[in-house]
T-cell receptor
Framework: DSGVTQTPKHLITATGQRVTLRCSPR?????VYWYQQSLDQGLQFLIQ???????AKGNILERFSAQQFPDLHSELNLSSLELGDSALYFC????????????FGDGTRLSIL | KNEVEQSPQNLTAQEGEFITINCSYS?????LHWLQQHPGGGIVSLFM???GKKKHGRLIATINIQEKHSSLHITASHPRDSAVYIC??????????FGPGTRLSVLP
């Protein structure tokens, strides 16, 4: 058990809809990372937050947004969903801002119909 | 050319064999990560390296910054080592770039 909790585990929705994925980091970790894993593109880094502030940004679409709350949990919001957004979305956490081991959640599987 | 390449793409070994998975990258990095993804999808971080060598149990990871190359070694391989092994580099811009993964099957 990594200590990182992601909800929901599975999500099925339709094109054009909006969903929110939630992540609770391991106790004591201040950084949260979001990743997308699709069949055709592999793992991609989306965004990192550290103690409530955006720390690094990767290949995150404008339709996607994230935030980290004062209790350190994070949410990833995906809007105007397209078929290509179907993927596994992982959250990971680490103690510090960079170059520390990350602990991964079990992922949320998003299916767009 | 992809920024992060791994070889081999697929690897089948007999239980007990010594295994090496290679990762080459083309950008300057602040750190390199080795990840393990099991068939169920879960991801475990195995190592985070910025120089030299690290060992954890039967796993050894090395990195050569000058040659932009890292290797992951598994000694005395076991069927439970069957997984996809992914190399990821963190650039100075703090972005992560992932390799395509190496699918390892260890047969009993």
């Amino acid at each position: 058990d990594s200590g990182v909790t992601q909800t929901p585990k599975h999500l099925i929705t339709a094109t054009g809809q909006r969903v929110t994925l939630r992540c609770s980091p391991r106790s004591g970790d201040l950084s949260v990372y979001w990743y997308q894993q699709s069949l055709d593109q592999g793992l991609q880094f989306l965004i990192q937050y550290y103690n409530g502030e955006e720390r690094a940004k990767g290949n995150i679409l404008e339709r996607f947004s994230a935030q980290q709350f004062p209790d350190l949990h994070s949410e990833l919001n995906l809007s105007s969903l397209e078929l290509g957004d179907s993927a596994l979305y992982f959250c990971a956490s680490s103690a510090g801002t960079s170059n520390q081991p990350q602990h991964f959640g079990d992922g949320t599987r998003l299916s767009i119909l | 050319k992809n920024e992060v390449e791994q070889s081999p793409q697929n690897l089948t070994a007999q239980e007990g064999e010594f295994i090496t998975i290679n990762c080459s990258y083309s950008v300057g990095i602040s750190a390199l990560h080795w990840l393990q993804q099991h068939p169920g999808g879960g991801i475990v971080s195995l190592f985070m390296l910025s120089s030299g060598k690290k060992k954890h149990g039967r796993l050894i990871a090395t990195i050569n910054i000058q040659e932009k190359h890292s290797s992951l070694h598994i000694t005395a391989s076991h069927p439970r080592d069957s997984a996809v092994y992914i190399c990821a580099v963190r650039g100075y811009g703090q972005n992560f770039v992932f390799g395509p993964g190496t699918r390892l099957s260890v047969l009993p």
